[in-house]
């Protein structure tokens, strides 16, 4: 049984990696529960939960300094990029300076970490047109929130190459599953697109806001797979130091997507089509040869993880 920290451990992805660690190890979570929610995760001896703020020197200290941790999934973080380009001091706070204190503490006090793994994004790529992008492919970020995922991502891989503390990092590209939160505009597409036809299928009035022709593409990755990556990365020898795409290599249009579950569902979604969002990327792909040689190999293609989200009640 390991003791392990999760950072955002409330929220979409941390609630999910904690649902599946709780069962075989001891958890400690600390969330403001700004984004995510208490109910997300179970109520079991194997969790304990502390509602309070990553940047919280004081609490972080105590959490650092009464535990002896053997893995840490740094996932706490202001994920939305256009809340960052509003309050790109408060979100820097957040999204930089909690890991570098973090580092420092682990540094400090957890002697005996097997990993802590940071939640990077896809975002560093930025704009560069070329795909798909490696890990050393250009990296632009273009946003607060960019800024300080690479900034932060920089640190964490040098503080296992100066401070032998075992750190590696994940760029996520465009994650969906069951617990998403669907209420903000800069949600995922997947969760607003699921939402929508749930209140269809409920009898309500409602649409899809289409930002563009819907001939964008991500790279979408179902939970599922990402937990497999996080697995592997954490406890991967190779991986010590080292930064990896999560991703599938896949490309999906947003209007397949809707094809996709409209079939599934049975229900036709009305689209709204409106003018594309400032800034946005028209394709995202990942290149995931680095992770696939820890023995990634994703399971789920787009279809596949919309049927498993589906049938868990999305
Ligand atoms: P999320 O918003 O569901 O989870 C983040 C959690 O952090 C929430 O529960 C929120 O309440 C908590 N949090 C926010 N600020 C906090 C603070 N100051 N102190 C303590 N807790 C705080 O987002 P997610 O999709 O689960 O993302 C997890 C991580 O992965 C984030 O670091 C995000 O930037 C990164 N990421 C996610 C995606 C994706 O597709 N979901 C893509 C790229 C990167
Ligand atoms: C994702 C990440 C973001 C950052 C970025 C890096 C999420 C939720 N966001 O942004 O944090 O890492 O990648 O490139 O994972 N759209 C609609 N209608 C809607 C909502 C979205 O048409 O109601 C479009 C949107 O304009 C975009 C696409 O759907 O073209 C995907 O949007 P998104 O917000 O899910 O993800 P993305 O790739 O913009």
Redesign the pocket.
């Known amino acids: 049984m390991d003791k392990i920290l999760i950072t955002g451990g409330a929220g979409f992805i941390g609630s999910t990696l904690a649902n599946q660690l709780c069962l075989t190890n001891e958890l400690v979570i600390v969330d403001d529960l700004s984004m995510g929610s208490k109910s997300n995760l179970p109520q079991t001896d194997t969790i304990t939960f502390i509602e309070g703020c990553v940047t919280d020197k004081v609490l972080m200290t105590q959490v650092l300094s009464e535990n002896n941790f053997d893995y840490i999934y740094h996932l706490a973080a202001v ?3 256009a809340d960052s380009v509003e309050r790109p001091l408060e979100t820097h706070e957040i999204n930089f300076d909690s890991v570098f204190s973090l580092l420092e503490l682990t540094k400090k006090y957890q002697s005996g970490l097997k990993r802590l793994i940071f939640a990077s ?3 560093v ?1 930025g704009d560069e047109p070329t795909l798909p992008k490696a890990e050393e492919s250009v990296i632009k970020p273009l946003t607060p ?2 800024i300080d995922k690479f900034a932060a991502e920089k640190y964490v891989l040098a503080y296992s190459n100066l401070y032998n503390v075992p750190t590696s990092a994940v760029r ?4 969906y599953g069951p617990k998403q939160n669907p209420n903000s ?6 969760s ?1 697109i699921l939402d929508r036809l749930k209140r269809k299928q409920a009898g309500e009035d409602c649409s ?5 022709s ?1 001939k ?1 593409s ?1 790279d979408f990755v179902y939970i599922e797979d990402v937990l497999l990556a996080l697995r592997l990365v954490a406890t991967s020898k190779e991986s010590l130091g080292e930064v990896y795409n999560v991703a599938t290599g896949v490309e999906t249009t ?1 209007n397949e997507l809707v094809e996709i579950l409209s079939e599934l569902l049975a229900i036709e979604l009305p689209i709204d089509y409106q003018e ?2 400032e800034g ?2 028209e394709h ?1 792909l990942a290149d995931i040869h680095k992770i696939k040689g820890l023995g990634f190999n994703p399971e789920y293609s787009v279809k596949a993880g919309l049927t498993d989200c589906i049938k868990r009640g999305f």
């Open positions: 994920a939305s990029v994004s896809a975002a790529y929130y960019a996520f590209f465009n994650v505009p800069y949600s995922g597409v997947i607003i899809f806001t289409m930002f563009g819907g964008q991500r947003l594309s969002r946005d990327i995202s």
